[in-house]
């Protein structure tokens, strides 16, 4: 399986700040995505990042809220600008990694942010 | 985008079989069935992923019948690490191509001592 890193893990936040968080891959990959879990919730995707291009947002996510960079095949990262309370979430970065057969999705262990 | 359906909890026992059944009525031709489980404050981790018929692997069998509609998790012999949430999911798409993943709810599995 692949091994994908994130930082940081956890961050305790002030309101109206930016954090940015950092993806890791331990292999070149095209897709990537960023997902946010709020506590008790489901997994939200907010954007694919793909390089070389712009990231591309879903629903109720914006570019100036949730800016993404994707420099290279191994790396990007997720800034989460402006922070209110709403914003305290598990950050999630996944990679998509070709299996040969078929695409597989998999995670970083998430980035913990508590915004006070 | 294929949605899926799954129990929102499920309860079982040490060293019982598990089988989790998710809907997923407009699977695409080239999507495949992805699930995973999730521990609280962890990244979802990987299980099993199959097209059709039955996968196997060290941890999980998967089953898929011949309409692609539903696909069941089969966890056998749970122990209480296994408690946590399953999500099932559709939409990785043959190599060359890809469709983004949009998590349901997920099943809740308990197990107790």
């Known amino acids: 399986s692949a091994v994908i890193s994130q930082k940081p893990s956890r961050d305790i936040c002030q309101r109206g700040t930016s954090l940015t968080i950092q993806c890791q891959v331990d292999?070149?990959?095209?897709?990537m995505f960023w997902y946010r879990q709020q506590p008790g919730q489901s997994l939200t995707l907010i954007a694919t990042?793909?390089?070389?291009?712009?990231?591309?947002?879903e629903s109720g996510f914006v570019i100036d809220k949730f800016p993404i960079s994707r420099p290279n095949l191994t790396f990007s990262t997720l800034t989460v600008s402006n922070m209110s309370p709403e914003d305290s979430s598990i950050y999630l970065c996944?990679?998509?990694?070709?299996?040969?057969?078929?695409?597989?999705?998999?995670f970083g262990e998430g980035s913990w942010l508590t915004v006070v | 985008l294929a949605k899926t359906t799954q129990p929102i909890s499920m309860d079982s026992y040490e060293g019982q079989e598990v089988n989790i059944t998710c809907s997923h009525n407009?699977?695409?031709?080239?999507?495949?069935i992805t699930w995973y489980q999730q521990f609280p404050s962890q990244g979802p981790r990987f299980i099993i992923q199959?097209?059709?018929t039955k996968v196997t692997n060290e941890v999980a069998s998967l089953f898929i019948p011949a309409d692609r509609k539903s696909s069941t998790l089969s966890l056998p012999r749970v122990s209480l690490s296994d408690t946590a949430v399953y999500y099932c999911?559709?939409?990785?798409?043959?190599?060359?191509?890809?469709?983004?993943?949009?998590f349901g709810a997920g099943t809740r599995l308990a197990v107790h001592p």
């Open positions: 996944s990679a998509v990694w070709d299996q040969g057969g078929g695409n597989t999705i998999y």
């Open positions: 292999s070149q990959v095209t897709m």
């Open positions: 990042a793909n390089q070389g291009s712009e990231a591309t947002y």
């Open positions: 407009n699977i695409a031709t080239n999507d495949y």
């Open positions: 199959g097209y059709k």
């Open positions: 999911l559709v939409g990785a798409a043959l190599s060359g191509g890809y469709n983004k993943l949009i």
